[in-house]
Protein backbone atom coordinates (compact mmCIF):
# COMPACT_ATOMS: atom_id res chain seq x y z
CA UNK A 1 0.00 0.00 0.00
CA UNK A 2 1.37 3.55 -0.88
CA UNK A 3 1.61 5.43 2.72
CA UNK A 4 1.92 9.03 2.33
CA UNK A 5 1.82 11.69 5.29
CA UNK A 6 -0.51 13.89 5.81
CA UNK A 7 1.98 16.65 4.43
CA UNK A 8 2.70 14.78 1.28
CA UNK A 9 -1.14 15.16 0.35
CA UNK A 10 -1.27 19.31 0.98
CA UNK A 11 -0.32 20.04 -2.71
CA UNK A 12 -4.21 21.36 -3.81
CA UNK A 13 -4.99 23.95 -5.56
CA UNK A 14 -6.90 26.74 -3.53
CA UNK A 15 -9.29 28.09 -5.76
CA UNK A 16 -12.33 25.15 -6.05
CA UNK A 17 -15.51 25.24 -7.20
CA UNK A 18 -18.24 22.47 -5.69
CA UNK A 19 -19.55 20.57 -8.61
CA UNK A 20 -23.38 20.63 -7.64
CA UNK A 21 -26.99 19.90 -8.90
CA UNK A 22 -30.28 21.10 -10.50
CA UNK A 23 -32.89 19.41 -8.15
CA UNK A 24 -35.11 19.81 -10.78
CA UNK A 25 -34.05 17.79 -13.52
CA UNK A 26 -31.28 16.79 -11.86
CA UNK A 27 -28.96 18.67 -14.03
CA UNK A 28 -25.12 18.01 -13.68
CA UNK A 29 -23.58 21.26 -13.19
CA UNK A 30 -19.57 22.19 -13.51
CA UNK A 31 -19.72 25.78 -11.75
CA UNK A 32 -16.23 26.65 -12.11
CA UNK A 33 -13.73 26.07 -15.42
CA UNK A 34 -10.18 25.38 -12.52
CA UNK A 35 -10.87 22.32 -11.22
CA UNK A 36 -8.18 21.15 -7.83
CA UNK A 37 -5.23 18.85 -8.68
CA UNK A 38 -7.26 15.26 -7.79
CA UNK A 39 -3.37 13.77 -7.76
CA UNK A 40 -3.71 13.50 -3.84
CA UNK A 41 -6.78 11.28 -4.23
CA UNK A 42 -5.77 9.51 -7.18
CA UNK A 43 -2.49 8.14 -4.99
CA UNK A 44 -5.44 6.61 -3.04
CA UNK A 45 -7.74 5.29 -5.72
CA UNK A 46 -6.91 1.54 -5.70
CA UNK A 47 -8.35 -1.05 -7.64
CA UNK A 48 -10.18 -4.02 -5.49
CA UNK A 49 -8.37 -7.18 -5.62
CA UNK A 50 -10.25 -10.49 -5.60
CA UNK A 51 -8.70 -13.40 -4.85
CA UNK A 52 -10.43 -16.84 -6.17
CA UNK A 53 -8.65 -20.23 -4.74
CA UNK A 54 -9.81 -24.10 -4.42
CA UNK A 55 -8.84 -27.66 -6.12
CA UNK A 56 -8.18 -28.18 -9.18
CA UNK A 57 -11.32 -28.12 -11.19
CA UNK A 58 -14.04 -26.89 -8.41
CA UNK A 59 -15.15 -24.36 -10.57
CA UNK A 60 -12.97 -21.13 -9.66
CA UNK A 61 -12.56 -20.48 -13.60
CA UNK A 62 -17.09 -20.34 -14.01
CA UNK A 63 -17.08 -18.50 -10.56
CA UNK A 64 -15.00 -15.80 -12.26
CA UNK A 65 -16.59 -16.00 -15.28
CA UNK A 66 -19.62 -15.53 -13.81
CA UNK A 67 -18.41 -12.38 -11.16
CA UNK A 68 -16.97 -10.63 -14.55
CA UNK A 69 -19.98 -10.68 -16.96
CA UNK A 70 -21.70 -9.38 -13.51
CA UNK A 71 -19.50 -6.27 -13.31
CA UNK A 72 -19.83 -5.49 -17.03
CA UNK A 73 -20.15 -2.60 -16.49
CA UNK A 74 -16.75 -1.79 -14.26
CA UNK A 75 -13.17 -2.54 -16.12
CA UNK A 76 -12.07 -5.80 -15.06
CA UNK A 77 -9.21 -8.34 -15.42
CA UNK A 78 -8.56 -11.64 -14.75
CA UNK A 79 -4.86 -12.65 -13.54
CA UNK A 80 -4.52 -16.51 -13.93
CA UNK A 81 -1.90 -18.06 -11.51
CA UNK A 82 -1.05 -20.88 -13.79
CA UNK A 83 0.71 -17.84 -15.92
CA UNK A 84 3.62 -18.00 -13.07
CA UNK A 85 4.53 -21.97 -13.39
CA UNK A 86 8.13 -21.53 -13.45
CA UNK A 87 10.08 -22.91 -17.08
CA UNK A 88 10.77 -26.66 -17.01
CA UNK A 89 14.51 -27.31 -17.02
CA UNK A 90 15.44 -30.01 -20.01
CA UNK A 91 15.90 -32.58 -17.13
CA UNK A 92 12.16 -31.84 -16.04
CA UNK A 93 10.57 -32.14 -19.64
CA UNK A 94 12.45 -35.77 -19.61
CA UNK A 95 10.60 -36.59 -16.65
CA UNK A 96 7.29 -34.01 -17.14
CA UNK A 97 5.22 -37.14 -15.16
CA UNK A 98 7.20 -37.07 -12.40
CA UNK A 99 6.76 -33.16 -12.00
CA UNK A 100 4.80 -31.92 -9.41
CA UNK A 101 2.61 -29.20 -11.04
CA UNK A 102 0.55 -28.96 -8.07
CA UNK A 103 3.24 -28.18 -5.37
CA UNK A 104 4.16 -23.92 -4.48
CA UNK A 105 7.52 -24.24 -5.85
CA UNK A 106 5.91 -24.93 -9.17
CA UNK A 107 4.88 -21.44 -9.04
CA UNK A 108 7.51 -18.29 -9.54
CA UNK A 109 5.92 -16.42 -6.30
CA UNK A 110 8.08 -13.33 -6.60
CA UNK A 111 7.27 -12.81 -9.71
CA UNK A 112 3.22 -12.91 -9.15
CA UNK A 113 3.69 -10.68 -6.03
CA UNK A 114 5.39 -8.28 -8.15
CA UNK A 115 2.90 -8.04 -10.63
CA UNK A 116 0.10 -8.15 -7.95
CA UNK A 117 2.04 -5.62 -5.98
CA UNK A 118 2.29 -3.28 -9.67
CA UNK A 119 -1.13 -4.07 -10.75
CA UNK A 120 -2.74 -2.91 -7.32
CA UNK A 121 -0.79 0.11 -7.45
CA UNK A 122 -2.66 0.72 -10.89
CA UNK A 123 0.59 0.42 -13.33
CA UNK A 124 0.00 -1.39 -15.96
CA UNK A 125 2.32 -5.17 -16.39
CA UNK A 126 3.62 -7.63 -18.43
CA UNK A 127 1.91 -11.25 -17.39
CA UNK A 128 4.23 -14.16 -18.55
CA UNK A 129 1.62 -16.19 -20.99
CA UNK A 130 2.36 -20.21 -20.25
CA UNK A 131 2.92 -22.74 -22.70
CA UNK A 132 1.34 -25.92 -21.06
CA UNK A 133 2.78 -28.08 -24.13
CA UNK A 134 6.15 -26.95 -23.61
CA UNK A 135 5.92 -26.35 -20.15
CA UNK A 136 7.34 -22.69 -21.14
CA UNK A 137 6.52 -19.80 -19.56
CA UNK A 138 7.88 -17.07 -22.04
CA UNK A 139 5.73 -17.67 -24.87
CA UNK A 140 5.68 -13.89 -26.78
CA UNK A 141 4.94 -11.43 -26.77
CA UNK A 142 3.47 -11.62 -23.06
CA UNK A 143 -0.17 -10.39 -21.79
CA UNK A 144 0.12 -6.14 -21.47
CA UNK A 145 -2.93 -5.84 -18.55
CA UNK A 146 -4.12 -2.55 -17.87
CA UNK A 147 -4.74 -0.72 -14.63
CA UNK A 148 -8.38 -1.86 -13.88
CA UNK A 149 -11.07 -1.44 -11.15
CA UNK A 150 -11.34 -4.97 -10.19
CA UNK A 151 -8.59 -7.41 -10.52
CA UNK A 152 -9.14 -11.21 -10.09
CA UNK A 153 -6.10 -13.32 -9.56
CA UNK A 154 -7.42 -17.52 -9.40
CA UNK A 155 -5.46 -20.48 -8.82
CA UNK A 156 -5.20 -23.14 -6.71
CA UNK A 157 -2.72 -21.90 -4.29
CA UNK A 158 -3.28 -18.03 -4.08
CA UNK A 159 -3.62 -17.69 -0.54
CA UNK A 160 -0.54 -19.78 -0.04
CA UNK A 161 1.42 -16.65 0.29
CA UNK A 162 0.68 -14.07 2.45
CA UNK A 163 2.17 -11.21 0.84
CA UNK A 164 -0.12 -12.00 -2.17
CA UNK A 165 -3.19 -12.46 0.77
CA UNK A 166 -2.14 -9.14 2.26
CA UNK A 167 -3.12 -7.44 -1.11
CA UNK A 168 -6.58 -8.76 -1.66
CA UNK A 169 -9.44 -7.08 -0.65
CA UNK A 170 -11.58 -10.32 -1.02
CA UNK A 171 -10.69 -13.94 -0.99
CA UNK A 172 -13.30 -16.44 -2.24
CA UNK A 173 -12.57 -20.55 -1.57
CA UNK A 174 -14.62 -22.49 -4.03
CA UNK A 175 -15.30 -25.67 -2.03
CA UNK A 176 -16.45 -28.14 -4.79
CA UNK A 177 -17.02 -32.19 -3.39
CA UNK A 178 -13.33 -34.49 -4.59
CA UNK A 179 -15.60 -36.85 -6.06
CA UNK A 180 -16.59 -34.18 -8.60
CA UNK A 181 -13.86 -32.64 -9.28
CA UNK A 182 -11.79 -35.35 -9.96
CA UNK A 183 -14.51 -36.75 -12.63
CA UNK A 184 -14.33 -33.33 -13.60
CA UNK A 185 -10.58 -33.62 -14.18
CA UNK A 186 -10.60 -36.70 -15.96
CA UNK A 187 -12.99 -35.67 -18.43
CA UNK A 188 -11.10 -32.68 -19.08
CA UNK A 189 -7.60 -34.18 -19.33
CA UNK A 190 -9.16 -36.54 -21.65
CA UNK A 191 -11.39 -35.00 -23.97
CA UNK A 192 -9.19 -34.33 -26.56
CA UNK A 193 -7.60 -37.66 -26.60
CA UNK A 194 -3.70 -36.24 -25.43
CA UNK A 195 -3.74 -37.85 -22.38
CA UNK A 196 -5.07 -41.63 -21.30
CA UNK A 197 -6.70 -42.37 -18.04
CA UNK A 198 -4.13 -44.04 -16.30
CA UNK A 199 -2.05 -40.75 -16.29
CA UNK A 200 -4.23 -38.30 -15.58
CA UNK A 201 -5.20 -40.77 -12.03
CA UNK A 202 -1.54 -41.37 -11.63
CA UNK A 203 -1.17 -37.62 -11.26
CA UNK A 204 -4.02 -37.13 -8.90
CA UNK A 205 -3.54 -39.70 -6.27
CA UNK A 206 0.90 -38.66 -6.59
CA UNK A 207 0.56 -34.68 -6.40
CA UNK A 208 -3.35 -33.54 -6.96
CA UNK A 209 -4.58 -35.26 -4.47
CA UNK A 210 -1.59 -34.54 -1.57
CA UNK A 211 -1.10 -31.06 -2.73
CA UNK A 212 -4.99 -30.52 -2.23
CA UNK A 213 -4.92 -31.92 1.52
CA UNK A 214 -1.42 -30.66 2.75
CA UNK A 215 -1.40 -26.92 1.04
CA UNK A 216 -5.28 -26.24 -0.27
CA UNK A 217 -7.59 -27.33 1.93
CA UNK A 218 -5.31 -25.66 5.04
CA UNK A 219 -5.68 -21.86 3.50
CA UNK A 220 -9.23 -22.72 3.19
CA UNK A 221 -8.98 -20.62 6.36
CA UNK A 222 -8.16 -17.39 5.38
CA UNK A 223 -11.18 -17.09 2.72
CA UNK A 224 -13.69 -14.43 3.51
CA UNK A 225 -15.89 -16.41 1.48
CA UNK A 226 -16.80 -20.40 0.66
CA UNK A 227 -18.75 -21.43 -2.02
CA UNK A 228 -20.08 -24.48 -2.39
CA UNK A 229 -20.98 -25.94 -5.84
CA UNK A 230 -18.49 -23.38 -7.25
CA UNK A 231 -20.21 -22.05 -10.09
CA UNK A 232 -23.91 -23.53 -9.87
CA UNK A 233 -24.14 -21.51 -6.75
CA UNK A 234 -25.81 -18.18 -8.39
CA UNK A 235 -26.84 -16.53 -4.58
CA UNK A 236 -23.46 -16.50 -3.62
CA UNK A 237 -22.50 -14.91 -6.95
CA UNK A 238 -25.11 -12.25 -6.54
CA UNK A 239 -24.25 -11.66 -3.09
CA UNK A 240 -20.42 -11.27 -3.91
CA UNK A 241 -20.97 -8.66 -7.05
CA UNK A 242 -23.91 -6.99 -4.71
CA UNK A 243 -20.92 -6.61 -1.76
CA UNK A 244 -18.01 -5.56 -4.53
CA UNK A 245 -20.19 -3.02 -6.26
CA UNK A 246 -20.93 -1.47 -2.82
CA UNK A 247 -17.28 -1.45 -1.72
CA UNK A 248 -16.53 0.32 -5.51
CA UNK A 249 -18.72 3.33 -4.95
CA UNK A 250 -17.40 3.52 -1.47
CA UNK A 251 -14.86 6.27 -1.10
CA UNK A 252 -10.88 4.44 -1.58
CA UNK A 253 -10.65 5.95 1.93
CA UNK A 254 -13.10 3.53 3.51
CA UNK A 255 -11.49 0.66 1.69
CA UNK A 256 -8.36 1.62 3.56
CA UNK A 257 -9.86 2.74 6.96
CA UNK A 258 -12.76 0.27 7.33
CA UNK A 259 -14.11 2.00 10.84
CA UNK A 260 -14.76 5.21 7.98
CA UNK A 261 -18.35 5.66 7.25
CA UNK A 262 -19.82 7.99 4.74
CA UNK A 263 -23.36 7.54 4.70
CA UNK A 264 -24.85 7.07 0.96
CA UNK A 265 -24.95 10.11 -0.94
CA UNK A 266 -28.35 11.02 -2.64
CA UNK A 267 -29.52 13.82 -4.96
CA UNK A 268 -31.40 15.29 -1.75
CA UNK A 269 -27.69 15.08 0.21
CA UNK A 270 -25.94 16.25 -2.79
CA UNK A 271 -28.29 19.11 -2.78
CA UNK A 272 -28.08 19.99 0.66
CA UNK A 273 -24.59 20.23 0.33
CA UNK A 274 -25.03 22.07 -2.42
CA UNK A 275 -26.41 24.78 -0.69
CA UNK A 276 -24.51 25.00 2.47
CA UNK A 277 -21.21 25.38 0.34
CA UNK A 278 -23.02 27.75 -2.23
CA UNK A 279 -20.82 31.28 -0.79
CA UNK A 280 -24.24 32.77 -1.77
CA UNK A 281 -26.06 30.95 0.62
CA UNK A 282 -27.60 32.82 3.21
CA UNK A 283 -27.33 32.17 6.85
CA UNK A 284 -30.79 31.22 7.27
CA UNK A 285 -30.88 28.50 4.55
CA UNK A 286 -27.24 27.80 5.70
CA UNK A 287 -28.40 27.07 9.58
CA UNK A 288 -31.67 25.26 7.62
CA UNK A 289 -29.49 22.73 5.52
CA UNK A 290 -26.65 22.39 7.52
CA UNK A 291 -29.36 21.04 10.57
CA UNK A 292 -31.41 18.85 8.38
CA UNK A 293 -27.39 16.69 7.13
CA UNK A 294 -26.30 17.18 10.68
CA UNK A 295 -29.39 15.64 11.67
CA UNK A 296 -28.51 12.57 9.19
CA UNK A 297 -25.11 12.23 9.87
CA UNK A 298 -26.35 12.04 13.77
CA UNK A 299 -29.29 9.25 13.12
CA UNK A 300 -26.47 7.30 10.95
CA UNK A 301 -24.16 7.32 13.92
CA UNK A 302 -26.83 6.54 16.34
CA UNK A 303 -26.91 3.42 14.08
CA UNK A 304 -23.18 2.27 15.25
CA UNK A 305 -23.93 1.75 18.60
CA UNK A 306 -24.76 -1.63 20.25
CA UNK A 307 -28.23 -2.55 20.08
CA UNK A 308 -29.74 -5.39 22.19
CA UNK A 309 -32.66 -7.67 20.74
CA UNK A 310 -36.36 -6.87 21.82
CA UNK A 311 -39.76 -8.00 21.46
CA UNK A 312 -42.66 -6.02 21.33
CA UNK A 313 -46.38 -7.19 20.99
CA UNK A 314 -48.10 -4.43 18.16
CA UNK A 315 -51.72 -3.63 18.77
CA UNK A 316 -52.81 -6.26 15.95
CA UNK A 317 -51.44 -8.49 18.79
CA UNK A 318 -48.40 -9.72 16.95
CA UNK A 319 -45.29 -10.15 17.82
CA UNK A 320 -42.48 -7.44 16.53
CA UNK A 321 -39.06 -9.03 16.96
CA UNK A 322 -36.70 -5.47 17.16
CA UNK A 323 -34.19 -4.21 18.58
CA UNK A 324 -33.27 -1.77 21.89
CA UNK A 325 -30.72 1.61 21.82
CA UNK A 326 -27.47 1.42 24.44
CA UNK A 327 -28.54 3.84 26.89
CA UNK A 328 -25.34 4.64 27.83
CA UNK A 329 -24.01 7.45 25.82
CA UNK A 330 -23.11 11.19 26.24
CA UNK A 331 -22.27 13.59 23.44
CA UNK A 332 -18.97 16.01 23.54
CA UNK A 333 -18.98 18.97 21.27
CA UNK A 334 -15.97 20.68 20.28
CA UNK A 335 -16.76 24.38 21.09
CA UNK A 336 -17.86 26.15 18.67
CA UNK A 337 -19.27 24.30 15.43
CA UNK A 338 -19.35 21.02 17.35
CA UNK A 339 -22.46 23.20 19.27
CA UNK A 340 -24.45 23.49 16.10
CA UNK A 341 -24.57 19.75 16.45
CA UNK A 342 -25.80 19.27 19.88
CA UNK A 343 -29.43 19.89 18.92
CA UNK A 344 -30.02 17.19 16.51
CA UNK A 345 -28.24 15.02 18.93
CA UNK A 346 -30.86 15.88 21.87
CA UNK A 347 -33.63 15.72 19.23
CA UNK A 348 -32.73 11.89 18.69
CA UNK A 349 -31.70 10.82 22.17
CA UNK A 350 -33.76 12.59 24.96
CA UNK A 351 -31.81 13.95 27.77
CA UNK A 352 -28.36 13.22 26.44
CA UNK A 353 -25.52 14.66 28.53
CA UNK A 354 -23.69 17.00 26.34
CA UNK A 355 -20.09 17.71 27.80
CA UNK A 356 -17.78 20.28 25.95
CA UNK A 357 -14.21 20.51 24.80
CA UNK A 358 -12.82 23.75 23.71
CA UNK A 359 -9.65 24.11 21.75
CA UNK A 360 -7.69 27.05 20.42
CA UNK A 361 -6.21 27.50 17.45
CA UNK A 362 -2.99 28.95 17.72
CA UNK A 363 -1.47 29.90 14.97
CA UNK A 364 -2.37 27.15 12.20
CA UNK A 365 -0.60 24.42 13.28
CA UNK A 366 -0.85 23.47 16.39
CA UNK A 367 -3.63 23.04 18.89
CA UNK A 368 -4.36 24.34 22.55
CA UNK A 369 -6.35 22.77 24.98
CA UNK A 370 -8.47 25.59 26.87
CA UNK A 371 -11.70 23.97 28.39
CA UNK A 372 -13.27 20.88 29.03
CA UNK A 373 -16.10 19.70 31.15
CA UNK A 374 -17.39 16.55 30.79
CA UNK A 375 -19.52 14.03 32.16
CA UNK A 376 -18.12 12.12 35.70
CA UNK A 377 -18.83 9.09 34.54
CA UNK A 378 -17.68 9.52 30.92
CA UNK A 379 -15.49 6.24 30.67
CA UNK A 380 -18.98 4.22 31.32
CA UNK A 381 -20.42 5.64 28.12
CA UNK A 382 -20.39 5.34 24.16
CA UNK A 383 -19.13 9.09 23.46
CA UNK A 384 -21.28 10.63 20.18
CA UNK A 385 -18.20 13.42 19.43
CA UNK A 386 -19.19 16.27 17.58
CA UNK A 387 -17.62 18.50 15.14
CA UNK A 388 -18.81 19.27 11.61
CA UNK A 389 -15.60 20.11 10.06
CA UNK A 390 -12.34 17.91 10.00
CA UNK A 391 -9.78 19.90 8.36
CA UNK A 392 -6.20 19.05 9.61
CA UNK A 393 -7.09 16.71 12.07
CA UNK A 394 -5.61 18.69 15.16
CA UNK A 395 -8.49 18.98 16.79
CA UNK A 396 -10.22 15.91 16.72
CA UNK A 397 -6.79 14.18 17.67
CA UNK A 398 -6.22 16.52 20.86
CA UNK A 399 -9.98 15.75 21.83
CA UNK A 400 -9.92 12.25 20.83
CA UNK A 401 -6.76 12.08 23.29
CA UNK A 402 -8.60 14.15 25.99
CA UNK A 403 -11.43 11.83 25.95
CA UNK A 404 -9.57 8.31 26.12
CA UNK A 405 -7.20 10.10 28.39
CA UNK A 406 -10.68 9.83 31.14
CA UNK A 407 -10.85 6.02 30.92
CA UNK A 408 -13.43 6.31 27.45
CA UNK A 409 -11.91 2.93 25.33
CA UNK A 410 -10.88 4.32 21.89
CA UNK A 411 -13.78 1.88 20.11
CA UNK A 412 -16.98 3.05 22.21
CA UNK A 413 -16.00 6.56 20.22
CA UNK A 414 -17.86 7.98 17.57
CA UNK A 415 -16.69 10.65 15.35
CA UNK A 416 -19.36 12.66 13.99
CA UNK A 417 -18.55 14.80 11.30
CA UNK A 418 -20.28 16.75 8.39
CA UNK A 419 -16.92 17.40 5.76
CA UNK A 420 -13.71 15.75 5.95
CA UNK A 421 -10.70 15.86 4.51
CA UNK A 422 -8.33 13.19 3.40
CA UNK A 423 -5.56 14.86 5.50
CA UNK A 424 -7.50 14.88 8.60
CA UNK A 425 -8.98 10.96 8.35
CA UNK A 426 -5.37 9.84 7.74
CA UNK A 427 -4.41 11.77 10.82
CA UNK A 428 -7.06 10.77 13.22
CA UNK A 429 -7.71 7.35 11.32
CA UNK A 430 -3.95 6.39 12.01
CA UNK A 431 -3.50 7.60 15.02
CA UNK A 432 -6.95 5.91 16.54
CA UNK A 433 -7.61 2.86 14.51
CA UNK A 434 -10.58 2.00 16.54
CA UNK A 435 -12.46 5.30 16.94
CA UNK A 436 -15.74 5.14 14.18
CA UNK A 437 -15.94 8.01 11.95
CA UNK A 438 -19.22 8.99 10.12
CA UNK A 439 -19.30 11.73 7.55
CA UNK A 440 -21.63 12.83 4.90
CA UNK A 441 -18.49 13.85 2.17
CA UNK A 442 -15.20 13.90 1.83
CA UNK A 443 -13.67 16.73 0.20
CA UNK A 444 -10.92 16.92 -1.79
CA UNK A 445 -7.99 18.70 0.73
CA UNK A 446 -7.26 21.69 2.50
CA UNK A 447 -5.62 24.87 0.96
CA UNK A 448 -2.40 26.92 2.29
CA UNK A 449 -4.92 28.54 4.72
CA UNK A 450 -5.41 24.89 6.50
CA UNK A 451 -9.35 25.19 4.87
CA UNK A 452 -11.23 22.21 3.63
CA UNK A 453 -11.54 22.66 -0.20
CA UNK A 454 -14.37 23.05 -2.02
CA UNK A 455 -15.59 22.69 1.46
CA UNK A 456 -17.99 25.36 2.97
CA UNK A 457 -15.80 28.33 4.36
CA UNK A 458 -15.77 28.97 7.74
CA UNK A 459 -18.76 26.77 9.24
CA UNK A 460 -18.82 28.70 12.80
CA UNK A 461 -19.25 32.03 11.45
CA UNK A 462 -21.61 30.72 8.77
CA UNK A 463 -23.89 28.94 11.22
CA UNK A 464 -23.95 31.64 13.89
CA UNK A 465 -23.66 34.92 11.66
CA UNK A 466 -20.25 35.94 12.93
CA UNK A 467 -19.37 36.33 9.46
CA UNK A 468 -20.03 39.18 6.62
CA UNK A 469 -23.22 38.71 5.05
CA UNK A 470 -24.16 42.21 3.42
CA UNK A 471 -23.68 40.53 0.08
CA UNK A 472 -25.68 37.23 0.29
CA UNK A 473 -28.32 37.14 -2.17
CA UNK A 474 -32.03 36.00 -2.11
CA UNK A 475 -32.52 33.04 -0.09
CA UNK A 476 -34.09 29.69 -2.30
CA UNK A 477 -35.50 26.14 -0.99
CA UNK A 478 -34.71 22.94 -1.84
N1 LIG B 1 -0.45 -32.62 -16.50
C1 LIG B 1 -0.27 -31.33 -16.32
N2 LIG B 1 -1.03 -30.71 -15.39
C2 LIG B 1 -0.84 -29.41 -15.21
C3 LIG B 1 0.10 -28.68 -15.95
N3 LIG B 1 0.03 -27.39 -15.55
C4 LIG B 1 -0.92 -27.32 -14.61
N4 LIG B 1 -1.45 -28.53 -14.39
C5 LIG B 1 -2.54 -28.85 -13.47
O1 LIG B 1 -3.49 -27.77 -13.49
C6 LIG B 1 -4.11 -27.71 -12.24
C7 LIG B 1 -4.45 -26.25 -11.93
O2 LIG B 1 -5.49 -25.86 -12.71
P1 LIG B 1 -7.03 -26.03 -12.28
O3 LIG B 1 -7.25 -25.47 -10.95
O4 LIG B 1 -7.52 -27.42 -12.53
O5 LIG B 1 -7.61 -25.15 -13.40
P2 LIG B 1 -8.94 -24.35 -13.49
O6 LIG B 1 -9.45 -24.54 -14.88
O7 LIG B 1 -8.72 -22.96 -13.04
O8 LIG B 1 -9.87 -25.10 -12.47
P3 LIG B 1 -11.35 -24.80 -12.19
O9 LIG B 1 -11.69 -23.57 -12.91
O10 LIG B 1 -11.40 -24.71 -10.72
O11 LIG B 1 -12.09 -25.98 -12.72
C8 LIG B 1 -3.15 -28.28 -11.23
O12 LIG B 1 -3.82 -29.24 -10.47
C9 LIG B 1 -2.05 -28.95 -12.06
O13 LIG B 1 -1.92 -30.31 -11.74
C10 LIG B 1 0.87 -29.37 -16.90
O14 LIG B 1 1.67 -28.80 -17.61
N5 LIG B 1 0.65 -30.69 -17.03
O1 LIG C 1 -9.10 19.68 11.74
P1 LIG C 1 -8.66 21.08 12.09
O2 LIG C 1 -7.66 21.64 11.14
O3 LIG C 1 -8.21 21.17 13.52
O4 LIG C 1 -9.92 22.02 11.88
C1 LIG C 1 -11.17 21.68 12.34
C2 LIG C 1 -11.62 22.67 13.37
O5 LIG C 1 -11.87 23.91 12.73
C3 LIG C 1 -13.20 24.31 13.02
O6 LIG C 1 -13.23 25.09 14.11
P2 LIG C 1 -12.64 26.59 14.09
O7 LIG C 1 -11.22 26.57 14.54
O8 LIG C 1 -12.91 27.17 12.76
O9 LIG C 1 -13.45 27.28 15.26
P3 LIG C 1 -15.01 27.61 15.41
O10 LIG C 1 -15.71 26.29 15.57
O11 LIG C 1 -15.05 28.45 16.63
O12 LIG C 1 -15.46 28.35 14.19
C4 LIG C 1 -13.93 23.00 13.20
O13 LIG C 1 -15.14 23.16 13.87
C5 LIG C 1 -12.93 22.17 13.94
O14 LIG C 1 -13.01 22.29 15.31
O1 LIG D 1 -12.41 24.71 6.15
C1 LIG D 1 -12.48 24.78 7.37
C2 LIG D 1 -11.45 24.32 8.20
C3 LIG D 1 -11.61 24.41 9.53
N1 LIG D 1 -12.73 24.99 10.02
C4 LIG D 1 -13.75 25.43 9.24
O2 LIG D 1 -14.78 25.92 9.71
N2 LIG D 1 -13.59 25.33 7.91
Redesign the pocket.
Known sequence: MNTKSAEDLMECSSEVHYSGFHMDGIEQRNVGTEQPTTSAIDEYKQPFLIGVA???????????DMIIQQLHDQRVVLV???SF?HN?TEEELKR??D????HPE?FDTERLVTVMDKLKNSQAVDIPK?D??G?KNNVFPARRVNPADVIIL???LVFHDPRVRALMNMKIF?D?DADV?LS??IK??TADNS?NIE??LD?YSK??KP??DDFILPSKKYADIIIPR??DNHVAIDLIVQHIRTKLGQHDLCKIYPNLYVIQSTFQIRGMHTLIRDSQTKKHDFVFYADRLIRLVVEHGLGHLPFTEKQVITPTGSVYSGVDFCKRLCGVSIIRSGESMENALRACCKGIKIGKILIHREGDNGQQLVYEKLPNDISDRHVLLLDPILGTGNSAVEAISLIIRKGVPESNIIFLNLISAPQGLHMVCKRFPRIKIVTSEIDIGLNEDFRVIPGMGEFGDRYFGTDDDDELVESRSL
Open positions: GGSASGKTAVCNQDYLVQYNFDAYFKYEGIVTRRRRDRAVQFVAFGG
